[in-house]
DNA sequence: TAATCATCTGAACCTAACTTTAGGTAAAGG
DNA sequence: CCTTTACCTAAAGTTAGGTTCAGATGATTA
């Protein structure tokens, strides 16, 4: 019984991710792309597990998360049960990380808020002079 | 009937930041705060004013704005009511980008959340082995 | 008076994360 | 058979956002 495993070209999984084509290749230099086989001419093809990886790629770089932390943590994952504390405490940390980013996110937001309320009220009024006194003083 | 202005050295205000001595120096030099007076020996004192200008910067680097942008922004408040669109059209393209920036940090956190769970779970069992099977099928 | 601070300037330096360049290969279409 | 297309490598280049360095100044403390 034959598996028929269905791969993706480079050029395939840029367009899914948005990504260039030679980010993805410095992705893999970097060793982020574990696993990833090449075909008899030298060709990338990914794997729906290459995928996997670069979702969690993708969703580690949102986090803020730095190449080489990212590096790291896909280190671990192929060292095998002995690695799962560092990667358990590294998402643990994560979450308190991104959480912190969703508050001040939010701060961030708040201020331009009001600065888009600001701005309205001054565009009408063609001048800021009205709003910045209203808006300061009470 | 005097002014008393009530003026901060660079030292304390890196700290109020919590930013470099040099990072605040560098934003002077790209024209982000304007007004910034010095003294007869060339040290900078930084007014309210220019405490908030700090505030409003930190604000639009945390929208994830770039600096060039940021000193854009500068100018135009520097030029006046002719400026208020822009300004006006700029927080609206902000907000809407922090809104987005804020629904994929959820998306974020979510994963990580998930990740944090199994890895809970890993580490409970000592492996990867039998959360691996029950998280992927079903 | 001497030394220690905190500050200054201009210029060089640094790091992360890509991007660009140059030159080359393999398969498919006309 | 020729050309276009999609891919390859290694190495150099780029950009943003600072940081570091070298040498100088002025105010305070021992």
Redesign the interface.
């Known amino acids: 019984m034959q598996e028929l495993a269905v791969t993706y070209s480079i050029g395939e999984v840029a367009e899914k991710f948005d990504l260039s084509i030679p980010t993805i290749r410095y992705y893999d230099k970097e060793g982020l792309i574990p696993n990833l086989q090449k075909n008899a001419a030298g060709v990338r093809r990914f794997s729906e597990d290459n995928i996997g990886t670069l979702k ?1 790629i993708e ?1 580690l770089k ?2 803020g998360m730095p190449i080489k932390d990212i590096k790291q943590f896909i280190q671990w994952t192929l060292m ?2 002995d690695t ?2 560092e ?2 405490q590294m ?2 940390e ?2 308190v990380s ?2 912190k ?2 508050k ?6 708040d ?3 009001f ?2 309320a600001y ?2 009220k ?2 009408q009024d ?3 002079k009205f709003v910045k006194d209203e808006m300061h003083l009470e």
């Open positions: 969690l969703c949102n986090a095998g049960d799962l504390d990667r358990y998402f643990q994560l979450r991104v959480q980013q969703m001040q996110m939010q701060e961030t937001l201020t331009i808020n600065k888009c701005y309205g001054a565009t063609g001048t800021e």
